[in-house]
């Protein structure tokens, strides 16, 4: 079994700063892609940053500059690094991951965890 856990959620005033984490753990193989999703109320679900095996990274142009995704291999882990953050920041922040489970590629997502910016 796979599972996508992640942490590092929670309240904060704007301007501030939180580091969520993914740890991926089960049968994998191999892990390619890693990312962050986050839906707010009301909206869509949607893409805030990606990166891959080989460290290349992708950003929406809302959180450029502010938030940083970086991955431990190793320790199969995903972590968004969140500055500056802002009032629309605020949303269940979704990890998503494209690995190799059982010899097939499959995508992940974890359960969520919700990021609060408010003073």
């Known amino acids: 079994q796979v599972q996508l856990v992640e942490s590092g959620g929670g309240l904060v005033q704007p301007g501030g700063s939180l580091r969520l984490a993914c740890v991926a753990s089960?049968?994998?193989?191999?892990?390619?892609?890693m990312g962050w999703y986050r839906q707010a109320p009301r909206k869509e679900r949607e893409f805030v940053a990606a990166?891959?095996?080989?460290?290349?990274?992708d950003y929406a142009s809302s959180v450029k500059g502010r938030f940083t995704i970086s991955r431990d291999n190793a320790k199969n882990t995903v972590y968004l690094q969140m500055n500056s953050l802002k009032p629309e920041d605020t949303a269940v922040y979704y990890c998503n991951v494209w690995a190799v489970v059982d010899g097939t590629d499959r995508q992940l997502w974890g359960q969520g965890t919700l990021v609060t910016v408010s003073s």
């Open positions: 990166i891959t095996s080989d460290g290349m990274t």
């Open positions: 089960g049968s994998i193989f191999s892990i390619n892609y």
